[in-house]
């Protein structure tokens, strides 16, 4: 049985989103990632940016966003909600990864909302 203590929040950038590539960053508590958060600082063209996560090397289901292109600009915010595998452990690797399908060297920076708990 779990009980919640408290959030959490973890924050990884990904230098250009328009570049296939990964970010990680180490959890810093045990419990649930309930919520993720991107913001881009700039426009991206050409293409959609499909972004995913993983734990450990495992996908988190539901923790799968697009950053659109039509339209994007500085700010603009798109987020994903986690509906299993998203169990995190205080040293766990979590693993940012876009598909670089974009143009433009723009940067993104994502929010984990992890839901501390503590086993009894």
Known sequence: MSTPL??????????????????????PATGYIKKIYSVISGAIATANDAITTEINGVAVTGGALTITQSGSAAGDVDSATPTAANFVKAGDVIEVITDGASTNTVSANFTFVIEETTFF
Request: proline share 0%.
């Open 6 to 27: 408290s959030q959490k929040y973890l924050n990884v950038r990904l230098s250009d989103v328009s570049t296939a590539g990964s970010a990680y960053v180490v959890a």
